[in-house]
C-alpha cells in the first residue's frame, strides 16, 4: 500500500497540522495531486457528522504552501475551519436557472394576458 494513502497517515493529527476542508466534487483531484506530489494527509470521513462543508483533511504545516500551490494549479474549492467558503461557480450556475425559470414565468403570464385581452 501507498505510504501517502490516508489511511496509514492518523500520525499527522498528532504533528503540527492544521485542518482543511475540500467539497466533495474536488476529492479525487485532490487527492491525486498530493499523491503526485507525495504530500502526507490523513481524512477520516467516517468520523464527520456530515460532509456539506467538505471532507476534513489533516495535512502538516511543513507542507502549506505545496497544498496552496495545488488549490490553486487545480481550481479546487478548500477552506478552513474558521472560513467557510462555498463554490462560487456553482452558485452562479443555480442563479442563472432561477433566472431563467423566472423569466419563462413571467413570459408565459404575458401571453396568456395577451391572448386574453384578444378574445375579449
Known amino acids: 500500500m501507498n505510504a501517502t494513502l490516508s489511511e496509514n497517515n492518523f500520525d499527522i493529527k498528532l504533528k503540527e497540522h492544521y485542518k ?3 467539497l466533495l466534487k474536488d476529492k479525487i483531484i485532490f487527492e ?18 456530515s460532509i ?3 471532507i476534513r483533511y ?14 490553486t494549479k487545480n481550481g479546487i474549492v ?8 462555498s463554490d462560487f461557480g456553482d ?3 443555480i442563479m442563472k436557472l432561477y433566472a431563467i425559470v423566472a423569466l419563462a414565468v413571467i413570459g408565459i ?8 385581452n384578444l378574445f375579449d
Open 20 to 22: 482543511l476542508y475540500v
Open 32 to 49: 491525486s495531486e498530493l499523491q503526485n506530489s507525495g504530500i502526507k494527509y490523513y481524512a477520516d470521513i467516517n468520523q464527520q457528522p
Open 52 to 54: 456539506d462543508g467538505g
Open 58 to 71: 489533516f495535512l502538516l504545516d511543513s507542507d502549506m504552501e505545496n497544498v496552496d500551490r495545488i488549490i
Open 78 to 85: 478548500a477552506n478552513t475551519e474558521s472560513h467557510l467558503i
Open 91 to 93: 452558485q452562479k450556475k
Open 109 to 116: 403570464i404575458i401571453l396568456i394576458v395577451l391572448i386574453g
